[in-house]
């Protein structure tokens, strides 16, 4: 049963897409672009220092008239990074994601990112325990 933050990675994987903080606007958008990700992560190292969405790029490059060639992916970042744990439930993630108003949330373990999961993911994790309830509930009602 999917419960847990880390079910999601699981199934989708532990794919991380990140960018150096001197990397250009442009260059991120690309990756984005190739990898159909709707968010890249800002590492120094293997440390976590931001998060580009695509959120930030409309309203730090395009609403300020700037060049995603010029403008450095360090210049744009949200640096408030909000962050769950991979035993952390799905209902959490919901909640937190909710409350913060983010689409994308790293997921840690002992200080180091093991993936990326989205609000589409905890949707579809939601939904997937729903119907294994649901289904638990037909095959007692089945066995009567």
Not at 22 to 39: R, S
Not at 64 to 89: A, N, Y
Not at 109 to 126: A, E, H, L
Request: proline share 2%.
């Amino acid at each position: 049963m999917i419960t847990l933050v880390r079910h999601i990675l699981e199934r989708k994987g532990n794919d991380i897409w990140s960018v150096a903080p001197e990397t250009t606007v442009f260059e991120a958008l690309q990756l984005m672009a190739q990898k159909d990700i709707g968010t890249v992560l800002v590492m120094e190292s293997d440390r976590l220092i931001g998060i580009m969405s695509e959120r930030d790029y409309a309203r730090k490059v395009i609403l300020l008239g700037r060049s995603s060639k010029e403008t450095k992916v360090k210049e744009i970042m949200s640096t408030e990074i909000s962050t769950i744990q991979p035993d952390q439930t799905l209902d959490e993630a919901m909640a937190l994601m909710s409350i913060r108003h983010i689409r994308h949330i790293p997921v840690l373990s002992k200080g180091n990112v093991i993936g990326v999961i989205s609000i589409s993911d905890v949707v579809r994790g939601i939904i997937a325990r729903q119907r294994e309830t649901i289904q638990f509930y037909e095959d007692i009602e089945l066995d009567r």
